[in-house]
């Protein structure tokens, strides 16, 4: 499996240096945008002597602090030694995205293919890509399914555990990769491997905990209460209501420096969409355990299910959808081709307002329309990945339904 892997992953190392050479990505500029400044204001704290959370507050979980502090430790230029190491993050991720299509069988066209396409995406999305903390989680959460799919269980579950400490998103996949578990290897395995998690979690927050619990706590609180971000889905609606004059919206700086929409229509909005978040995941973990047990099943679900995070939830920043690079190309088929495109095209999107154009979203400008049309894209992709995942469903489940009835009938 590794032998077979080793080519296509080299070949998309390739790809990824070649997509992300262009200025529009500048993995070689030496420039730094988005919270590039914060990292590297955090990075020369943490070389100063100073500790997250206790000293300072520090905007993400434990698990994100060491791609902060080490290219601080150069003493050279933050932004170079941020990309270079960005840029290992995510070919690593490429190789992890490489063994798991082996382990699923992919060959040929199929795992060179699938393997590239995640590489070129950074050409798609722009700067953000490489000057974002994203591939660092994606990386442990792709890590973590190419091992599931090789039968490392605990390992598999550590890396999510690792992943949930950075960037909290793997935790959706946790409900589907322990029915996986729990149907192949049975209960006891199951449980044993989901302690891992936690133990890894603890032991990623613990010197924190310790050094500065207050502060590792109001981070997660902010977090958490987090208001309708203004490029997310229910956002953009209402910002595109309010250039059709039925709704006037109004964008205020909240906590932590996140720029979302104000007032009692945002605050229903995010209200909805968390339910409507809530209902696609279950929706999705049901749908996977009502169905038939199988590689592809168990990887479309869990990509249903990061996609259905990104799409639906109150935040939506532009970085969030490096999260689903690794993971839509290993998709098999045309749904594989088709989300992958619609990848792409979001990302595309998601590059006529960021960075350029940023600030004319904030007024409600015409750009408030490709923000939109991205996130409508966005929806498009998580319904190609979802409906086949739906559809496999029906049979078990009727067949299922039919045994019932048939063991009560005198």
């Known amino acids: 499996m590794v032998r077979r892997a ?27 945008i988005g919270d590039m400044y914060l990292y590297r204001m955090y990075g020369h704290r943490i070389d100063h002597g100073l500790v997250p959370y206790r000293d300072f507050f520090f905007d993400w979980p434990p698990g994100s602090v060491p791609p902060v502090y080490w290219p601080a430790l150069s003493h050279g230029s933050y932004y170079d030694w941020f990309h270079a190491f960005d840029a290992v993050y995510a070919i690593l991720a490429l190789g992890a995205l490489a063994l798991a299509l082996a382990a699923l ?17 950074p050409f798609a999305l722009g700067s953000i890509s490489i000057n974002s903390l994203d591939y660092w989680p994606a990386l442990f959460a792709i890590a973590g399914m190419a091992a599931l799919l090789a039968r490392r269980d605990r390992l598999a ?26 149907r192949r ?8 491997s989901l302690a891992v998690t936690v133990a890894v979690g603890i032991l990623t927050a613990l010197p924190f905990v310790v050094l500065g619990w207050s502060g590792l706590g109001f981070t997660m609180y902010t977090q958490f209460k987090r208001g309708l971000q203004m490029e997310s889905l229910p956002a953009t609606i209402l910002t595109a209501a309010s250039r059709l004059g039925i709704h006037h919206v109004q964008i205020v ?16 909005m995010g209200a909805l969409f968390t339910l409507v978040l809530v209902a696609l995941l279950v929706a999705t973990y049901v749908a996977y355990a009502a169905g038939p047990d199988e590689p592809t099943r168990f990887v479309r679900a869990a990509v249903a299910a990061v996609a ?17 690079f690794p993971l839509v190309p290993l998709l098999d088929g045309i749904t594989g081709i088709a989300a992958t495109g619609l990848l792409a095209g979001a990302g595309a999107l998601t590059m006529t307002w960021f960075p350029g154009r940023f600030w004319h979203l904030v007024h409600v400008s015409p750009v408030t329309w490709f923000a939109l049309a991205r996130n409508l894209v966005l929806v498009a992709m998580f319904v190609v990945v979802a409906f086949p995942l739906l559809r496999s469903m029906r049979r078990p489940a009727l067949a299922w339904a039919s045994g019932r009835r048939a063991s009560v009938t005198p």
């Open 157 to 182: 579950f550590g890396l999510f555990g690792f992943g949930i400490a950075a960037k909290v998103y793997p935790v959706v996949i946790l409900p589907i990769a322990l029915v996986w578990v729990w």
């Open 308 to 324: 259905a995070y990104v799409v639906f939830n109150r935040v939506l920043s532009p970085q969030y959808l490096v999260w689903l």
């Open 105 to 121: 069988g992919a060959r040929g066209v199929r795992l060179y293919g699938a393997v590239a396409a995640a590489a070129a995406l």
């Open 185 to 192: 290897r049975g209960r006891a395995q199951a449980l044993w």
């Open 6 to 32: 080793l080519k296509p992953w080299l070949a998309g190392s390739v790809v990824f240096v070649a997509a992300c050479a262009p200025p529009w990505v500048g993995l070689f500029s030496g420039r730094g």
């Open 253 to 268: 700086v909240g906590s932590p420096y996140s720029l979302n929409v104000a007032g009692r229509a945002a605050t229903a």
